[in-house]
T-cell receptor, first 111, second 112 residues
């Protein structure tokens, strides 16, 4: 059974802090790993990672994948209150693109 | 550009009632999915479709049926609703293997 585990489950930081969110996975086949941000409604796409060691970056957010150790991290630098959300990690095992999601990390950024 | 549209956004059902959730996408995507999201459980796949006229079971298919008669629409049916089906339901679509999912805004269903 495919499995995605995220840590920590929740996190409270002060505005300006840097945070690292973790995602480890066990899947029978691996095609890609995806990160999503979920505020009040639908998850919104952040990154898709397919190759080890190549950092994807978008503004203050960045992510990297380690296929040997089966994990990914999502970094957010200089956090802002607008970064408060649940961050979801998902793995695509390549079969009909059925994503397996972790339970998410709830990030709260306070002033 | 509407993307993925789900209707209705909210619904309250009595146990035993039936209903259909509609998902429509205007991006000509082949793949469509229905997920449910429960506290502490993450998103779990109910059913999915890899193209018009095809459907397949996901992780938690019991109590649900689906149909994909047209490429742009994916319907999720509950024949006899149960309180365990109280959840937020998300539809998603994907154009190809190199793209992330696009999600609808969700349907909050309560079964009493």
């Amino acid at each position: 059974e495919d499995k995605v585990v995220q840590s920590p489950l929740s996190l409270v930081v002060h505005e300006g802090d840097t945070v690292t969110l973790n995602c480890s996975y066990e899947v029978t086949n691996f095609r890609s790993l995806l990160w999503y941000k979920q505020e009040k409604k639908a998850p919104t796409f952040l990154f898709m990672l397919t190759s080890s060691g190549i950092e994807k970056k978008s503004g203050r957010l960045s992510s990297i994948l380690d296929k040997k150790e089966l994990f990914s991290i999502l970094n957010i630098t200089a956090t802002q209150t607008g970064d408060s959300a649940v961050y979801l990690c998902a793995v695509n095992p390549g079969t009909a693109s059925k994503l397996t999601f972790g339970t998410g990390t709830r990030l709260q950024v306070t002033l | 550009n509407a993307g993925v549209t789900q209707t209705p956004k909210f619904r309250v059902l009595k146990t035993g009632q039936s209903m259909t959730l509609l998902c429509a996408q205007d991006m000509n995507h082949e793949y469509m999915y229905w997920y449910r999201q429960d506290p502490g459980m993450g998103l779990r796949l109910i059913h999915y479709s890899v193209g018009e006229g095809t459907t397949a079971k996901g992780e938690v298919p019991d109590g649900y049926n689906v149909s994909r008669l047209k490429k742009q629409n994916f319907l999720l049916g509950l024949e006899s609703a149960a309180p365990s089906q109280t959840s937020v339901y998300f539809c998603a679509s994907r154009g190809g293997l190199t793209y992330g999912y696009t999600f609808g805004s969700g349907t909050r269903l309560t079964v009493v």
